[in-house]
């Protein structure tokens, strides 16, 4: 039997079924074949409107690690990815997958995710800003600390280097002005003859898509995370199928235990209803689904991005994950 022979099967037989071995090479200097493992990871997708019919998607997760075999095709084991850290890769993958498609959905749906009225709270320190530079062109660095314990200078002040980077303030001597993006979106909502409310939630919009995951993790504002979690839920397995998926609530919470845990039912109802109010996901005959429009737009968004990879796996080679 030829090389590629042996160590493919040597690969499914040790490594699973799930997993196959690239065209191995031979390195004449180590007289040493080395081959790449990689696998079509499947996941089970079912439209609850026929819960008879299910239908697979693959997820390709590439070069998840080398397996070497000497010149006689003798397996090297020590030298080989092991089965823990293949594992190990697979589950990282697919976490980053789901991690990239909350991203996505975040991305898509911000613009309808502000509309929730109980979401604008968490965003005042941001309204505060943008409210004094409507009322005075500027706000000083004395105007955005003043009277306020150390805690809450230092988290006003995180808000505004964000709002910087992003282009909404500009840096001037000892405050801030408008930026680019701000009098951007100002011209536009003007043009349309928008409010100063509808302004706002522009604003807001573009801090939610764009700094996500700082908001999550600097500014700890979790309160909201049920929500996109639920959201995510929904359109996680629409973006695999990349055709709209609909669900029960069952469904959902099946969904939502196996990505993040434990939620409550009356919460589950409660996020579902405003979210359908926002046009951020759709109902029909008891069953939620994403809009095509918004999906339509992840899918754009998904087709846009780089295959996924970890920082690092075993034998410093690079795995990478595709749909």
Known sequence: MSAQTVIRSFATHHYGNLISSEKPHFDERAKTWIAQIRTDYPIVLQDDREPERKFIRFISVNQIGQILFDENLKFREKESVSLEDCAKTVQSLLKMWRDRAEQIVVRASADHLVCIPEFRHFFVPIEEVVDSILEHETVSDSELTKNRILKKQNRAMKYVKMLDGLELIHRIEDGYEAGKLFL????????????????????????????????????????????????????????????????????????????????????????????????????????????????????????????????????????????
Do not use: W
């Open 184 to 323: 951007f979106l100002k011209e536009d909502c003007d043009k349309k003859k928008l409010g100063e409310d509808d302004f706002k939630r522009a604003i807001l919009s573009e801090v939610i898509r764009k700094r996500y995951s700082a908001l999550r993790d600097v500014f700890e504002i979790t309160r909201f995370q049920p929500t996109i979690h639920i959201n995510n839920c929904i359109y996680k397995p629409s973006l695999e199928a990349e055709c709209p998926i609909y669900m029960t609530e069952e469904s959902i919470i099946s969904n939502y235990r196996e990505l993040y845990g434990r939620i409550n039912p009356c919460s589950l109802t409660h996020i579902l209803r405003r979210l359908k109010n926002v046009e951020a996901i759709d109902r029909s005959e008891g069953y939620y689904f994403g809009t095509r429009k918004l999906l339509d737009s992840m899918i754009a968004i998904k087709n846009e991005m780089p295959d996924l990879s970890p920082p690092t796996i075993a034998n410093h080679s690079e795995a990478s994950m595709s749909l």
